[in-house]
């Protein structure tokens, strides 16, 4: 079985302001990349994150924008957790979408897969998936109570 995961949550604002908390680099700098997103997700564009707890600029290739609904990217994975694609790519999948709730609320799922089945495929996903967790708990915290919990948090 090859590792991936799914991980889930409520925001208690509108779709729209959700999936713009993710496309907009200036927003995903306020409670995400703690040290920066350049470029706007838009599919066939390659944007740069920036991390504190892991500094380098990590370039982000985006393969799929459905305008309120779906994300698809597509980063370079930690040495020996993924084999090469037919391009000689060492890359993983992530997915992210948003579901506008009746309530008024954000279901967002995030799914990343790719990884290889070896020892270093594991321990990157599960690197990742707590990765994507704390970013889906900074996200709501931000969109709804004006909170950055990352900041601090790794510096």
Known sequence: MQPEFTI???????????????VDPDRLSQYFTTGGARGRLQPGTVVTWDFHDFPGAFPVHVTE???DRRIVLRWDAAD??????????????????FEPLEDGRTLVRISEHG???TDAGLKASYGNCEGWTGMLCAMKAWLEHGI????????
């Not at 889930?8 to 993710?22: D, M, N, Q, Y």
């Not at 993924?82 to 992210?96: C, K, N, S, W, Y």
């Open 8 to 22: 889930s949550g409520r925001i208690a604002r509108p779709v729209e302001e959700v999936f713009e908390a993710v």
């Open 65 to 67: 924008v459905e305008q």
């Open 80 to 97: 020996g957790s993924v084999e090469p694609d037919a391009q000689g790519e060492r890359r993983t999948t992530v997915v992210m979408d």
């Open 115 to 117: 990884w290889s089945q």
């Open 148 to 155: 950055n919990l990352r900041q601090g948090y790794y510096r």
